[in-house]
Nanobody, 123 residues
Framework: QVQLVESGGGLVQAGGSLRLSCAAS????????MGWFRQAPGKERQFVAA????????YYADSVKGRFTISRDDAKNTVYLQMNRLTPEDTAVYYC????????????????WGQGTQVTVSS
């Protein structure tokens, strides 16, 4: 299996930026999809972004296009989520996930999950 550990969350003012990191261990990530999801209190888990590890193809939810960027460091087995121009609606627990999947925006298809990191954006 793959174990995932997120970091980089925190409190930031609207308009600010954060970079989340997800470090993976257990095996190499070649051949799988790595993604970011978020969940606010009382709401369903929402797809944010994903990357196909081997080829680097990226996917984004409409709500974050142009503001967030997902990237990878193959040597470090780490995926990043650069979040710019944050708004209060971005406040949520952000989860890193991975799996061998086709539909990248469906949480149920991901096999591996981190514990989450809190992102809070103040107005």
């Amino acid at each position: 299996q793959v174990q995932l550990v997120e970091s980089g969350g925190g409190l930031v003012q609207a308009g600010g930026s954060l970079r989340l990191s997800c470090a993976a261990s257990g095996r190499t990530l070649t051949g799988i999809v790595m993604g970011w999801f978020r969940q606010a209190p009382g709401k369903e888990r929402q797809f944010v972004a994903a990357i196909r590890w081997s080829i680097g193809s990226t996917y984004y939810a409409d709500s974050v296009k142009g503001r967030f960027t997902i990237s990878r460091d193959d040597a470090k087995n780490t995926v990043y989520l650069q979040m710019n121009r944050l708004t209060p609606e971005d406040t949520a627990v952000y989860y890193c996930a991975g799996g061998s999947i086709v539909v990248v925006n469906t949480a149920a298809r991901y096999a591996y999950w981190g514990q989450g990191t809190q992102v809070t954006v103040s107005s």
